[in-house]
């Protein structure tokens, strides 16, 4: 038996097992590269859900994130009681705009009420226009942003500030200046004083006034002339009785 002095060098065998092989000494391996072991770190989806998160747990922000406003059809003679009605759902004890009942529901019952003995045919569909296009300016402005829709909707002064801004827009790009003026005097005078007369209502009349060209003015007075001309014509053939022939 060989014994193992102290301080000696320790025996090939245990040099073999610890010493690195040639191929361990020589293999340098890159420090920009990844170990292959290692799963790629989801580092996008993982920003984008603190973000969020982020955005959610910010504070009065938080009720309004987890129970978001509804969306609701338009196009409908309903649309604003559902909407007031989603609001109450959404915020129970709290008060709804104004703007659902007493000034959207209301004229949207109002207008639609009118038929063909009060606005011509293009009234109708201007009418028809109109009415979709108003609730789709509502229903915009949720969905670009609906968390600050619904902080928006607490605010009952400045929703109808915001609902009254969208009315020259929906009222002349559906053709309002398009109409003779037998419609335009129907319209203007349908709704109520105290609903014109305010600082919104009066804003939202010079601004659709501003946006007006010279054009408007004569394409109004051509329609207005056609309507005139079948009123005239109308009256003019009841007035006139066939003389019945004796034979």
Not at 84 to 95: A, E
Not at 231 to 241: C, E, Q
Request: charged share 30%.
């Amino acid at each position: 038996m060989r014994i193992q002095r102290p301080g000696l060098s320790p025996t090939r065998t245990q040099a073999a097992q610890t010493e690195p092989t040639v191929a361990q000494k020589n293999t340098v391996r890159s420090p920009a590269t990844a170990s292959p072991a290692a799963p790629a770190r989801p580092s996008d989806a993982f920003e984008t859900t603190t973000r969020a998160t982020a955005r959610a747990l910010t504070p009065g922000r938080s009720n309004a994130a987890r129970n978001l406003p509804a969306e609701i059809p338009t196009g409908t003679r309903d649309y604003y009681k559902k909407r007031y009605d989603d609001f109450v759902r959404r915020n129970p004890g709290m008060k709804p705009p104004d703007y659902y009942l007493e000034y959207g529901q209301k004229y949207c019952d109002r207008f639609s009420k009118l038929g063909p003995k009060d606005l011509t045919p293009q009234g109708l569909e201007w009418r028809d226009r109109c009415l979709k296009s108003l609730q789709e300016s509502i229903e915009t402005k949720r969905m670009e942003d609906p968390v600050g829709f619904a902080q928006l909707e607490r605010d009952p002064e400045a929703f109808k500030k915001f609902a009254y801004d969208s009315h020259p827009d929906a009222y002349v790009q559906s053709g309002l200046y398009d109409l003779p003026a037998q419609d335009l005097m129907k319209i203007g005078t349908t709704p109520d004083l105290k609903d014109l007369f305010t600082k919104d209502g009066v804003r939202q009349i010079f601004v659709a006034l501003g946006k007006m060209r010279p054009g408007d003015v004569v394409d109004v007075a051509k329609e207005s002339a056609k309507e005139a001309w079948k009123d005239v014509k109308s009256t003019f053939n009841d007035l006139i009785k066939r003389p019945k022939l004796p034979w």
